[in-house]
């Protein structure tokens, strides 16, 4: 069939195909292989007390919430984990969406309007990106995770708003949330954190309402299964749930899955789960330093055996003595930063050969030329599994030109 959009389609499809720039699904782990990909950082998400609790879930408020929120959709399930979230980051009232990507558009786009100046770290994510151009909003955006861009742009900008994230989820690096939380209130301007690689990794109150006016955090990432809230003030949520588009005409999310997101919540908090998680980031930063690996710009704090160590040496540096080097915490997130969009896929086809699976992260989602594999670790990865991908890693990068 000819028609304007298939010849328009045609013609994009070919683009991208050209320049390996085409993105496609695959089947996610059909033949047994390490998955080093996911976001699922505790283990969560195929764990029997989370299926238990989905069960429960299901018997209790049903599979479907059946409705919006603002018509009959709204449950006791939903108000329980609104109040356990309120209660873990000390923020005022919540609410909840299908997905971080629904939160954060549905957020900007009913925040903000043609008159109000949003700062952006640079690489914050394209769900924050697409909320604010719905929103007509004015764009600054700052050198990524560096105090000095931000601040100028902070000091050029009073009374506006300022958005990052907790962990990013390409560099797995964190935002100096304490010096851009003392610059925006300076400045009498609002501070708002995409908490979504954060949330269940960073200890309680790294990210909290101490600190940041609205926090947005996912399901999807350590909780291990799915949905969204954004956190703030009664004044923030009761005037979203009156605006938002995304929020008004929308199925509320599975009262079951709130039930779950609840459970997973509580699981979290439980030392022996992230101290595990702790442990093999710090297996895998050792391996791959003893065999020569080139842990991306990340800087090693020494300090990796408690898991603890890092964040407090985070919070305890001077803003003016932190640098994107130094600001790093174990984060679960591990980029090995291979240069071009085809030595990455190369590599990261060797290693499926190999049997794993490693993200691979191409321009235009990072810089051209910062192409990189993405290694993400769980606490659920034996000892054996970590040794053995950095062994594999090791010699891919050796052979692959
Ligand atoms: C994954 C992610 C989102 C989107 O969350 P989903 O629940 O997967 O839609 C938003 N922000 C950041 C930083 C993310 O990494």
Same mark, same amino acid.
């Given at each position: 069939?000819?028609? @304007?959009?298939?010849?328009?389609?045609?013609?994009?499809m070919?683009?991208?195909?050209?320049?390996?720039?085409?993105?496609?699904?695959?089947?996610?782990?059909? +033949?047994?292989?390490?998955?080093?990909?996911?976001?699922?950082?505790?283990?969560?998400?195929?764990? !029997?007390a989370?299926?238990?609790?989905?069960?429960?879930?299901?018997?209790?408020?049903?599979?479907?919430?059946?409705?919006?929120p603002?018509?009959?959709?709204?449950?006791?399930?939903? /108000?329980?984990?609104?109040?356990?979230?309120?209660?873990?980051?000390?923020?005022?009232?919540?609410?909840?969406?299908?997905?971080?990507?629904?939160?954060?558009?549905?957020? #900007?786009?009913?925040?903000?309007?043609?008159?109000?100046?949003?700062?952006?770290?640079?690489?914050v994510?394209?769900?924050?990106?697409?909320?604010?151009?719905?929103s007509?909003?004015k764009?600054?955006?700052?050198?990524?995770?560096?105090?000095?861009?931000? *601040?100028?742009?902070?000091a050029?900008?009073?009374?506006?708003?300022?958005?990052?994230?907790?962990i990013?989820? #390409?560099?797995?690096?964190?935002?100096?949330?304490?010096?851009?939380?003392?610059? $925006?209130?300076?400045?009498?301007?609002?501070?708002?954190?995409?908490?979504?690689?954060?949330?269940?990794?960073? @200890?309680?109150? /790294?990210?909290?309402?101490e600190?940041?006016d609205?926090?947005?955090?996912?399901?999807?990432?350590?909780?291990?299964?799915?949905?969204?809230?954004?956190?703030?003030s009664?004044?923030?949520?009761?005037?979203?749930?009156?605006?938002?588009?995304?929020?008004?005409?929308?199925?509320?999310?599975?009262?079951?899955?709130a039930?779950?997101?609840? +459970?997973a919540?509580n699981?979290?908090?439980?030392?022996?789960?992230?101290?595990?998680? #702790? *442990?093999?980031?710090?297996?895998?930063?050792?391996?791959?330093?003893?065999?020569?690996?080139?842990l991306? !710009?990340? $800087?090693?704090?020494?300090?990796?055996?408690?898991?603890?160590?890092?964040? !407090?040496?985070?919070?305890?540096?001077?803003? *003016?003595?932190?640098?994107?080097?130094?600001?790093?915490?174990?984060?679960?997130?591990? @980029?090995?930063?291979?240069?071009?969009?085809?030595?990455?896929?190369?590599?990261?086809?060797?290693?499926?050969?190999?049997?794993?699976? /490693?993200?691979?992260?191409?321009?235009?989602? /990072?810089?051209?030329?910062?192409?990189?594999?993405?290694?993400?670790?769980?606490?659920?990865?034996?000892?054996?599994?970590?040794?053995?991908?950095?062994?594999?890693?090791?010699?891919?990068?050796?052979?692959?030109?």
């Amino acid at each position: 069939m000819s028609h @304007p959009l298939m010849d328009k389609m045609r013609l994009q499809m070919q683009g991208l195909e050209q320049q390996g720039l085409l993105r496609k699904r695959r089947l996610a782990n059909s +033949n047994h292989a390490i998955d080093f990909s996911h976001n699922d950082y505790l283990g969560l998400a195929s764990s !029997e007390a989370q299926a238990n609790a989905l069960y429960e879930g299901a018997l209790h408020y049903g599979v479907g919430s059946k409705a919006s929120p603002l018509v009959s959709g709204y449950s006791k399930a939903h /108000v329980e984990l609104e109040q356990s979230l309120c209660q873990y980051t000390g923020h005022e009232a919540a609410m909840l969406f299908c997905s971080g990507f629904s939160a954060n558009s549905a957020l #900007m786009s009913a925040l903000f309007n043609q008159d109000d100046v949003v700062i952006a770290d640079k690489y914050v994510h394209a769900s924050i990106i697409t909320g604010i151009q719905s929103s007509n909003a004015k764009l600054a955006r700052f050198i990524h995770n560096d105090l000095a861009s931000a *601040a100028a742009q902070i000091a050029r900008y009073p009374r506006s708003t300022i958005v990052t994230e907790s962990i990013f989820s #390409m560099d797995g690096d964190i935002a100096p949330i304490d010096a851009l939380s003392t610059l $925006a209130k300076a400045q009498g301007s609002l501070l708002i954190v995409d908490d979504a690689h954060g949330f269940g990794v960073l @200890p309680q109150g /790294v990210i909290s309402a101490e600190k940041v006016d609205i926090q947005i955090v996912t399901f999807g990432k350590a909780l291990g299964c799915q949905g969204a809230a954004i956190l703030a003030s009664q004044t923030v949520i009761d005037f979203l749930v009156a605006n938002s588009r995304h929020y008004i005409y929308s199925t509320a999310l599975s009262p079951a899955c709130a039930h779950l997101a609840l +459970n997973a919540v509580n699981l979290c908090q439980k030392p022996a789960a992230r101290a595990k998680l #702790m *442990a093999n980031i710090s297996l895998f930063r050792a391996q791959a330093k003893a065999q020569g690996i080139n842990l991306s !710009e990340m $800087a090693d704090s020494e300090t990796a055996d408690s898991g603890m160590n890092s964040l !407090e040496l985070v919070s305890s540096l001077e803003p *003016a003595e932190m640098n994107s080097h130094e600001r790093v915490i174990n984060s679960p997130i591990q @980029p090995i930063i291979t240069g071009s969009n085809e030595r990455t896929m190369a590599i990261a086809s060797t290693l499926a050969d190999k049997g794993f699976i /490693v993200g691979a992260i191409r321009s235009p989602t /990072v810089p051209f030329g910062q192409a990189r594999l993405r290694i993400t670790l769980s606490a659920l990865h034996s000892s054996e599994q970590i040794i053995s991908l950095v062994n594999a890693l090791k010699c891919a990068l050796e052979d692959t030109p």
